[in-house]
């Protein structure tokens, strides 16, 4: 695995195992880093690539991937510049690991999930797939961008105290709306991941894949 401070963003790249294969893009929650999500990456598929980057806002010395005002409420205005620099890294950072950019799976949880809806909204040439593990609606687009060719597994908590049921389906209906193709699944949990939501993405990206 290498670890490195190249491109803007502290990361860990690891190789896939079959060349050409798919990259995960892994984006942890708010407080996680680069190491965080390296071994849920290798549940879901134990031979893609792995791209994890370490978000670069620090909240009270908590990394994520982009400011906050308050709990659920974003400041806007750096989540596009946040987004944006972000897409640029993966572009860049498959030029430097020679991977293909047309198979990218980005998998993130909590505020990685948000900045990953993000992605897709603003940057969705930078996404194939993505499996977003207790998101919210991070921005409304000024247009919907076409996400017909897109697959995404969303998955939420019943019982989350952070993003509730309403705010997952709110972003699915954004999704629906610019047409991708959207799997979701319901946990009867908070807002902490489990084994089983972990296996059933697992299972659902190797049936598209
Ligand atoms: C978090 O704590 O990360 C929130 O649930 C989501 C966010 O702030 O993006």
Same mark, same amino acid.
Do not use: Q
């Given at each position: ?88 890294? *993966? ?12 198979? *990218? ?21 930078? *996404? ?53 193709? *959207? ?27």
């Amino acid at each position: 695995m290498t670890h490195s401070t190249k491109l803007g963003f502290i990361h860990n790249f690891l190789e896939s195992k079959e060349r050409h294969k798919m990259t995960l893009l892994l984006l942890h929650g708010t407080g996680g880093n680069e190491d965080d999500l390296i071994r849920l990456g290798s549940e879901i598929s134990n031979f893609a690539a792995i791209l994890s980057p370490r978000g670069k806002i620090l909240e009270n010395g908590a990394p994520r991937f982009f400011r906050r005002l308050a709990e659920g409420v974003f400041d806007v205005k750096d989540l596009k510049f946040r987004t944006h620099e972000l897409a640029d890294f *993966v572009k860049k950072a498959s030029e430097l690991y020679d991977f293909d950019i047309r198979n *990218v799976v980005v998998i993130g949880y909590s505020n990685g999930a948000n900045i990953g809806a993000s992605l897709l909204l603003l940057r969705p040439e930078v *996404v194939s797939v993505a499996i977003l593990f207790r998101p919210m609606v991070p921005l409304i687009p000024d247009t919907c961008p076409d996400l017909s060719e897109k697959s995404i597994f969303i998955s939420g908590g019943l019982y989350d105290p952070i993003v509730s049921r309403r705010e997952t389906e709110r972003l699915v209906d954004l999704l629906k709306k610019s047409r991708a193709n *959207v799997f979701v699944h319901w946990k009867d949990s908070g807002h902490e991941l489990g084994m089983d939501e972990i296996s059933e993405s697992s299972k659902w990206l190797s049936n598209i894949k």
